[in-house]
Structures are given as C-alpha cells and as structure tokens.
C-alpha cells in the first residue's frame, strides 16, 4: 500500500498532472530520424489521441553518412524516403523539409523566419523541439550543433516572432497570419519535468526507427538501437511510475 502510494505521488510530480490535449503539433527537428529518437513514443500517442501532427525537418542529412565519396544529393534522397515512411508509422500527417544543408546550421534569422512560416502555416498549439543550449551532462549526439541551432531558432520563432505581427512582415504578404502556440516540450534525456507513458507506443517507435535504415544499420557501425531504446525508456518510465517513458521539459508559452 505504501509502495503504491509512492509511485503515484511520483508520477504526479513527474507530470504536472492531467495529460492535455492538443490539435495541433508540430515537431521541429535538424535531422531526418532526430523525431523518432526522441519524442517518437510521445508523437504516436498524440496522434492517436487525435492530434494533427506535422514534422518540419530543416537539414538535407547529408552528413549522416561514412563514406565521404557518395553524393549529398543521394544520401539526402534515401533519407527523406526513409523519413516519411517512418513518419507515416506514427500516424504523423505531413513532412516539411526545409532543405538546408546538413551540419551548416546557425540560430539566424533566416532559419528563425523559415520557421516562423512554419508555425504559422501549421499553427500548432504544442511544439516540439531540440534543447536550444548544450548539456554536458548527456550524450554528446543530443548536443549536435544543428539541433542546438534549431532550439533557439525555433524558440525565438514561438516566443515573439510567430505571434507578433511586426515581425517577418513580408510573411504577412504570404498569408502567414500571427499564431500563438500554447506549449513547447523539449525532449530531456532522464531529468525532465514531464513524463509521457509510451508503454503502448513503444513497439510503433521501433519500427519507425527501423525506417532509417541508414542510420540504424550503417555498415561497419551496426548497433543493437531496439535493446538501447528499450532500456533507456525503461529507466526514465521508472522515475515516473511507467513501464517506458519519453522525458521532456514542458514548457507553458
Ligand atoms: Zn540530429
């Protein structure tokens, strides 16, 4: 009974209380397969709740690759196959892909006013996007330079530039409207603030990481990702009273 009480006293804490519901998400990534790794369980739970969830991929993913001679413009098409298959696993509705070039990116105001088109075209209340800061307490991949820059940027484009209307204003030319978007989660490695429970999503996660065939089966670089993925998410489930969850920071715009 005491055992009891202290699991669900954690989850509470854990997150924030009630789940809420949401419309619209749009999960703004550097990467092809970056969704999947880390909100993947959570974005296929939205979307059977009924949420519209988009993708907005803003590199090419040209550098995810170990061979130096094949051509940007083949590893790119592979991988943007393989992105919208493993979308489609997710129940997620449209894949936007930006085009930048992978590995290039920087917190400008181009790449902001890209994104602020974005979020007012697909006007999402929740959005989803990397850390816009590096930790040195998690692995080194979480703090790849583009995914630091697409924090930021995406940040800055919630909070001021999509909801205020003397910002971009040729984006006003285009139609693009003000939106104000209600939440931002960024995905924690352990430590968040809110606990997602994917335990009946986890299998569909996996097979949409399995989609990235590129990235999950690179030649020479082969790992066992199922039994990693599996018990990363064991471990965060733990601290929130789940059998597997997703960690985020949850943000309240
Ligand atoms: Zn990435």
Redesign the pocket.
């Known amino acids: 009974m005491a055992k009891k009480k202290k699991t669900a006293s954690r989850r509470s804490a854990a997150s924030n209380g009630k789940a809420p519901k949401f419309d619209r998400v749009l999960v703004v990534?550097?990467?092809p397969?970056?969704p999947e790794?880390s909100a993947g369980g959570s974005v296929a739970k939205l979307a059977k709740g009924g949420a519209k969830v988009t993708y907005v991929i803003v590199t090419d993913g040209s550098q995810?690759g170990e061979d130096p001679k094949q051509k940007d413009s083949e590893l790119a098409a592979i991988r943007e196959k393989e992105q919208r298959a493993a979308a489609k696993v997710l129940g997620v509705k449209k894949v936007e892909f930006l085009g930048y070039k992978d590995g290039h990116l920087a917190p400008d105001l181009k790449l902001r006013h890209d994104i602020v088109r974005m979020i007012r075209k697909h006007k999402p209340d929740l959005v989803i996007t990397?850390l816009p800061g590096r930790a040195i307490d998690m692995p080194m991949?979480g703090s790849?330079p583009?995914?630091l820059a697409v924090g930021e940027a995406t940040m800055a484009a919630v909070y001021p530039d999509s909801r205020n209307p003397r910002a971009f204003r040729s984006l006003l030319k285009e139609g693009y409207e003000p939106h104000v978007v209600k939440e931002v989660w960024i995905p924690f490695w352990t430590s968040g603030d809110y606990m997602v429970d994917i335990t009946p999503t986890l299998d569909l996660k996996i097979e949409a990481l399995k989609k990235h065939k590129s990235q999950v089966a690179k030649p020479g670089r082969e790992w066992d990702f199922e039994k990693f993925m599996r018990k990363r998410h064991r471990e965060v489930g733990k601290k929130a009273g789940y059998r597997y969850a997703e960690s985020f920071k949850r943000i309240t715009v």
């Open positions: 990534s550097a990467h397969d970056d790794f995810g990397h991949g790849h583009d995914h």
